[in-house]
């Protein structure tokens, strides 16, 4: 026991817990650094047609304002959420939670930097249950695998997400694959070492390089009872696969009652460059 009462296993328990914040704080950081430009669009999108409605008294002209106004609040609204649902503290707890919905919040955060960077983003879906995970946790390991696919295709190109349950092993598996430059064979064992990275550092957006984004996906994943799986070919592309827990039925009782917002639209509400 130390001096301040408590363990040596209870202190180093919440020296990782406040690294683990700190990362949370870090990735939210850059979403936020990438949000804020977006959220200036709106404002300017909202201003315009605003103006337009006061100055044109006829009733077109004022509907047409404030369905455009009304669009652009409801896009702000959604970015919001996924910031918050990023950034809300719960700790490690763990609660069922459907990964679809997941992908898309995360979608709507970097749908703007993926069309900077002419990315498409396809996705299938199979049917799956809820997977047991704290949800601010896999969406921080999510945005970091999505922007490192979007850093390794700088002349675009395409990212495939899959959701798909795998009953034999009892966990949900959520793929990210891109059609980058892959990893070269030698260097592939090393990805998830801290400190080790393939970047030269920070891209144009101020992402990347540290050599720490992949390392804490993996504790993420870990610490989930979960695992991580890459695989890539140079020339064609790197997928990871995330394998999460499936909510045993006791478990799923909670999931009747409406999960937190964390910025979903609907499939039908995606942009065409993201679907």
Known sequence: MSDNGLSLERRLELVEAELRQARKMAALGELVSTTTHEFNNILTTIINYAKLGLRHKDEESRDKALTKILAASGRAEKITNGVLGLARSRGS?????????????????????????????????EPAPPALVCASEIQQVLLNLLTNARQAMPRGGRITICVAPD????????????????????????????????????????????????????????????????????????AFTLKLPVAKLEEQAPATQPLPKLGVPTSAELPAAVQ
Do not use: M, N
Not at 104 to 109: D, F
Not at 172 to 199: M, Q
């Open 167 to 238: 009953p034999a092993a009892g966990t949900v598996d959520l793929s990210v694959r891109d059609t980058g430059s892959g990893i070269p064979a030698d260097k592939l064992p090393r990805i998830f070492d801290r400190y080790f990275t393939t970047k030269q550092g920070p891209d144009a957006s101020g992402k990347g390089g540290t050599g720490v984004g992949l390392a804490t996906c993996r504790e993420i994943i870990e610490s989930h009872q979960g695992r991580i799986r890459v695989e890539s070919t140079v020339g064609v592309g790197t």
């Open 93 to 125: 707890d763990r609660a069922p939670t459907d990964l679809a919905k997941l992908v898309e919040g995360s979608l709507v955060l970097l749908e703007r930097e993926l069309q900077k960077y002419r990315v498409r983003v396809e996705w299938k879906v």
